[in-house]
């Protein structure tokens, strides 16, 4: 069984990436590999075309191949709550939560994250078109095996963008190269009230699966639930993790 996501060195998916190395799918009768497809988008594409039977991504991305969830179903969250963060360089000056900062810049996102932004610039009261912001993808970040978030963080330093909307790993090493500001963490309550839940990290899986094989779709659950209880009960588990992968 393949489970595909569109980030590796990134906290955004990374209990997905742990319950393999901690094998938690095996203690639950399942043969698990992980499989790097960026972007997200192409991530659900191969689980509609058979190509992975597992997808760890984000949840509204489901949707760029499954309309109307045709033929997929979340299986679980990894996480609650929209997950990323908007990071502006920090010669501009931005204050936490305070998205005028915006207004006239460039900002990187990757294809679907984006639409997270969008809406909640719009939320918060940004006309995207009169307050002339540019939302793009971050230039260096399509190869495959490159981490976004970092990717993005690099690009902010080049002053190649304004800003970006990416994964903790892209804020933290912004922040600690002393770039970048962080303007919004959606989790931590910044930005408007809703735009917490438009969308989260999720494990996810085609209908044929839950209907081929509902216990091993189960099993998928359980997997994740024993991974996040191992990781609170030794957070030092994580750095075993990120050592045998990295």
Request: hydrophobic content about 45%; proline content about 4%; some cysteine.
């Amino acid at each position: 069984m393949k489970l595909a996501v569109p980030d590796m060195i990134s906290p955004s998916y990374f209990p997905a990436i742990a319950a393999i190395e901690l094998g938690m799918f095996k203690r639950e009768g399942l043969d698990v590999t992980l499989e790097l497809i960026y972007p997200v988008d192409k991530c659900y594409a191969a689980l509609r075309d058979g190509a992975v039977e597992l997808v760890g991504g984000s949840s509204h991305s489901v949707l760029s191949a499954f309309p109307q969830w045709n033929g997929a179903k979340l299986l679980c969250a990894q996480g609650q709550g929209m997950y990323w963060f908007l990071v502006m360089h920090r010669d501009l000056g931005g204050k936490r939560g305070d998205v005028s900062v915006v207004k006239g810049r460039s900002i990187g996102a990757a294809p679907w994250v984006e639409m997270g932004l969008r809406r909640l610039l719009i939320e918060s009261g940004i006309d995207l078109a009169g307050d002339k912001v540019t939302i793009a993808p971050v230039p260096g970040a399509q190869g495959a095996g490159v981490n976004f978030g970092v990717a993005a963080a690099k690009a902010l330093e080049d002053r190649k963008i304004d800003g970006f909307w990416a994964n903790g790993m892209g804020a933290e090493v912004a922040v600690r190269r002393g770039v970048g500001t962080v303007i919004l963490d959606v989790r931590r309550g910044d930005g408007p009230k809703p735009c917490f839940n438009y969308t989260m990290s999720s494990i996810a899986a085609a209908d044929r699966l839950i209907e081929r094989s509902p216990d091993a779709a189960g099993a998928v659950v359980r997997a994740l639930v024993s991974t996040h209880t191992a990781l609170k009960e030794n957070v030092a588990r994580a750095t075993e993790v990120g050592r045998k992968l990295f």
